[in-house]
């Protein structure tokens, strides 16, 4: 089944996240048959490309979404959830405790593409930011649609995990996320990894970094020209000079009064998922000098964590010495 909520273009401008969050007692939908809406999306026409944002985690993703909602020709879609549905689902394929046949996962895929291409009059693209535990379909939705392009946000491991430990629901996520991500290690280390409940809240962050990172470095590797590694921290220190480069490898138009204005965009000032709270460049490193303060101890054991994993998996050691973001 499928859920097809009213939306129109300023409520998805406001969404930060496109799951059960932005639901409430005025919400109008209908669940349909999901073999009924797969018929009405080949109805679709004039489709609009279909790029990516994806990212490891708190590394300003949702910040570049909003500020390509400023260029005026971007429909932006910031973390639908039958991405992390379908994220799922692709992880046991070929089991027998899979949902979805092979073919009814290509044909799903095909759909949300289709449903995700339309757009309003001004939409030149249509750019779907990921949520971090998506990352592992970049593989798959690249290779199912020639035309689509991401970028792949990340940040070094000492910078991560202090941005990480600074939250003050981390330890909730970190948790939560922890047995997909211990799984998607497992399946690429040959040395045994010791058990998440016996991981501190440091290490749980550098297992994070290293399992989302792995996935980052394999979908570059794989479509290299189409998927673009961004550094925040780099994105940071030259905002106009990132989001040139953003543009151009979406290929859409660089706008000389846009990017000259970039440094001056309210959306530089107010904390991308929660646009209420004032929060900038400066806020934020303040936060990450506090994190350094308050959680030395833990990010130290993450990064012990992180170097006695290179010492003995090759592996892990390319990840940490050879990520080019």
Do not use: C
């Not at 570049?64 to 005026?72: A, C």
């Not at 040395?191 to 440091?202: D, E, F, N, V």
């Amino acid at each position: 089944m499928v859920l097809l909520v009213q939306f129109d273009a300023g409520a998805y401008r406001l969404a930060s996240f496109l799951d059960d969050r932005i639901l409430g007692p005025g919400t109008k939908g209908a669940w349909l048959p999901i073999g009924r809406v797969a018929e009405a999306a080949q109805l679709v026409t004039n489709a609009r490309p279909v790029h990516f944002i994806f990212h490891t985690g708190h590394v300003g993703s949702t910040l570049v979404s909003r500020l390509l909602d400023e260029t005026g020709g971007v429909l932006s879609l910031r973390e639908p959830l039958p991405l992390r549905t379908l994220a799922d689902a692709h992880d046991v394929l070929g089991q027998p405790d899979s949902l979805l046949s092979d073919k009814e996962f290509v044909v799903t895929l095909a759909m949300l593409m289709r449903l995700w291409s339309r757009g309003y009059d001004t939409t030149r693209s249509v750019i779907v930011k990921a949520t971090s535990s998506a990352g592992r379909l970049a593989v798959p939705i690249l290779a199912a649609s020639k035309s689509a392009r991401a970028i792949y946000m990340n940040l070094r491991p000492e910078a991560y995990l202090t941005t990480l430990l600074a939250g003050q629901n981390s330890p909730a996520d970190l948790r939560g996320h922890g047995p997909e991500r211990m799984r998607r290690l497992r399946s690429l280390i040959a040395t045994p990894l010791a058990p998440l409940y016996t991981m501190s809240i440091g290490e749980l962050a550098a297992m994070s970094w290293l399992a989302e990172s792995w996935t980052q470095r394999d979908a570059v590797k794989r479509f290299a020209g189409r998927i673009m590694p961004l550094d925040f921290d780099r994105f940071l220190s030259s905002v106009r000079d990132g989001m040139a480069r953003v543009l151009s490898h979406f290929e859409l138009p660089g706008d000389v009064r846009f990017l000259s204005e970039l440094d001056r965009s309210p959306v530089l000032t107010r904390y991308s998922k929660a646009p209420e709270y004032p929060y900038s460049p400066g806020v934020r490193a303040e936060v990450l000098r506090e994190s350094q303060r308050r959680n030395g101890e833990e990010i130290r054991k993450g990064m012990e964590w992180l170097e006695r994993g290179a010492r003995s998996d090759n592996g892990i050691a390319e990840v940490l010495t050879g990520l080019d973001v």
